[in-house]
């Protein structure tokens, strides 16, 4: 007998990160994350994925971290970063034949990022260096160890990070390691970090990506070292560059970037090396979902990529002549990484009713294969459907038009019952269906819920004239539609009026002006980590002083008096919606005090219920990579208001 999901479901599943192969080889190497529920923590582990379907075997085990692994060109080692000896984030690497792995050199920083040199007795790496504050980016003697109340000194934009907190205090940079010794080369050095990186065929010349200096240091450009180690820019008129990956021969550059700051759609770009031009490869209507996806074929002809297209994730490829488009591998459902070895593919699957799992295929019209059983509990759950619908709203200028949700419903569901609308976040994005983010989705299927999933105006990957429309208009265009689609469910007999709201981020903003602006639609509300006062966001956001702009349509100025326009505490006394704010204490990214204004200013306005939860340690993305105790607790602290309220509507 199927049994309800429920949060501590969360406890049992295995999540597959990342996947990684090179050309020619017979097996890829993923991470799998687990839950460590004693000690409030996660675990990782590698497993050796064949690439003919075959079952995986475990690699490196044993409660420790171990991740982003990277197979050598000649497919006999892995590369991965791991804590199992005690420091966090330090370069291991495993014979992908099995055997005990070992530590390959030390850097006190840690290490982000790590690339083969073509010989496969070298890596390159990028690791944290520290810097003193107080020289604002001037080279001087070695900072040694900061004190934790050494005073934080800024003198550029950004100066803290979203989980990272405060980042003057050190830079990133690339390193070379030899793998027989340990022995380390510091490659890159100055006011600047290094975000992305790819080494040449020939194992010596490196493109990367590294940020400016000054007030624009959230910018990126494309740079390359030398063999003679020297440093050259590449790029001068794209506002982000990322992800670089050299062609096979060496003649190109791929990258996915975008020209205006603020874009949060990234699109593909070909650097020639010869000429020196960049040539943009995708369209419009062509967003990459995943930038470590990007590959090249064998012959340099095309690039393989993972592209979003209407909020469903597709394995692509693009000619990097004519940038012509034909997709290999597509279907209702989101990819969580990649592996192509220009043979077979490897695919991690993200659905509402599948668990994380590793996906094998030939290629394209080929059958495909699952090739995991990382969450067997899976089958033990109440079957839930995941119904794509099209549905017909206003378009905000006296017309309509049609507008893409997912439907999600317990198997076999025949009477109305409550539904939670949750919004996403973004806005330019799209429902993402990873089942670490949203346990509850699962859990109130099990109760008899419908869970709408809708891509309202303002969504990426539906083209960006209906992404970038939003601009100026938050809440004034998509929230309509919201309404429309709930009032046409009603009409159809899939719920009733037992209505909640949930959303985070930019959901969070668009729940908080829901019940500002619709007191009688919705008998509970969730709003987490949001954007409650665009004025303020603007200033105490590591992003929002080169995002806001955009998003209030007034770019490259910011103008407060349509961002206090558009801003949901302008209109929160008006809510007589019951509403939980939820919020990850560190927030850089939605700080704390948006959700502190909401709450505040709610609770003064009325008797309507109204509860703050902050949870200490906790960024942005408390809800799917927290710690795992505040990630149940956040869950079902949803579940509880959202039914409470739903069935016993406050007066």
Not at 222 to 251: F, N
Not at 360 to 376: H, K, L
Not at 483 to 495: D, H, I, P
């Amino acid at each position: 007998m199927p049994q309800a999901f429920d949060v501590d479901d969360l406890y049992l599943h295995a999540n597959v990160q990342s996947l990684h192969t090179v050309p020619g080889a017979s097996s890829a190497v993923a991470d799998v994350r687990t839950v460590d529920r004693e000690n409030n923590r996660y675990a990782s582990a590698l497993w050796r994925c064949p690439m003919d379907g075959s079952p995986p075997a475990q690699l490196t085990g044993g409660g420790h971290l171990d991740s982003s692994p990277r197979l050598s060109p000649d497919s006999r080692w892995v590369a991965f970063v791991s804590d199992r000896d005690g420091e966090a984030s330090q370069l291991h690497t495993v014979r992908l034949d099995g055997a005990t792995p070992r530590q390959v050199g030390h850097l006190p920083g840690g290490v982000q990022e790590i690339r083969w040199r073509s010989d496969s007795l070298h890596l390159v790496v990028t690791a944290e260096v520290p810097v003193d504050p107080d020289l604002r980016g001037r080279r001087g003697d070695s900072p040694g160890e900061r004190p934790d109340d050494a005073p934080e000194v800024s003198w550029r934009l950004p100066y803290k990070l979203d989980g990272s907190g405060y980042v003057l205090a050190r830079e990133v940079h690339l390193f070379d390691v030899d793998l027989a010794s340990g022995d380390t080369r510091q490659l890159t050095d100055g006011a600047f970090d290094v975000m992305g990186f790819d080494v040449h065929p020939d194992g010596v010349r490196i493109a990367y990506s590294r940020t400016r200096e000054g007030r624009f240091a959230h910018c990126t450009d494309l740079w390359l070292r030398r063999a003679d180690g020297t440093h050259t820019r590449l790029t001068t008129t794209h506002a982000t560059v990322m992800s670089p990956v050299w062609s096979p021969d060496g003649s190109s550059i791929a990258f996915t970037g975008a020209v205006l700051e603020g874009d949060a759609e990234p699109r593909l770009w070909r650097f020639d090396v010869a000429t020196g031009q960049v040539m943009p490869l995708s369209g419009d209507t062509l967003d990459v979902a995943d930038p470590a996806s990007v590959c090249w074929s064998a012959d340099g002809r095309r690039i393989v990529f993972v592209e979003v297209h209407e909020s469903r994730h597709r394995i692509a490829a693009v000619d990097a002549a004519d940038a012509s488009l034909s997709v290999l591998r597509g279907g209702d459902r989101q990819l969580a990484a990649m592996a192509w070895n220009h043979r077979h593919f490897l695919y991690a699957v993200d659905h509402p009713g599948q668990p994380s799992e590793v996906w094998w295929s030939d290629g394209p019209g080929t059958e495909e294969r699952q090739a995991s059983d990382f969450n067997p509990w899976w089958r033990d759950r109440t079957p839930i459907t995941v119904e794509a619908r099209r549905f017909d709203v206003p378009d905000g200028i006296g017309g309509t038009e049609s507008v893409e949700g997912w439907l999600l419903q317990p198997a076999g569901m025949a009477t109305p019952g409550p539904l939670l609308d949750d919004l996403h976040g973004g806005p330019a994005s799209y429902a993402l269906f990873s089942y670490d983010s949203n346990v509850f989705w699962q859990a109130l299927c099990s109760a008899g819920w419908s869970v709408l999933l809708l891509n309202s105006v303002g969504s990426a990957s539906y083209g960006r004239a209906f992404c970038r429309r939003l601009s100026g208009h938050w809440g004034e265009l998509d929230f309509p539609q919201h309404v429309a689609v709930l009032e046409q469910l009603r009409r159809e007999g899939v719920c009733d009026d037992r209505i909640a709201v949930s959303g985070k981020s930019y959901g969070g903003y668009l729940a908080g002006w829901a019940t500002g602006h619709h007191t009688d639609l919705f008998k509970a509300a969730v709003v987490m980590a949001p954007v409650g006062n665009i004025e303020t966001h603007y200033g105490t956001s590591d992003g929002g002083y080169y995002a806001d702009p955009v998003y209030v349509g007034t770019a490259p100025e910011f103008d407060r008096r349509v961002a206090r326009r558009l801003s949901p505490l302008q209109y929160i006394d008006r809510s007589r919606t019951p509403t939980l704010y939820m919020q990850g204490k560190d927030d850089e990214r939605c700080p704390k005090c948006q959700s502190e204004e909401l709450f505040v200013s709610h609770l003064r306005a009325s008797d309507t219920p109204a509860e703050l939860v902050l949870y200490p340690g906790e960024g942005h993305s408390f809800l799917a990579s927290g710690m795992p105790r505040a990630r149940a607790d956040a869950a079902r602290r949803v579940l509880e208001w959202v039914r409470r309220h739903t069935e016993q509507p406050a007066s």
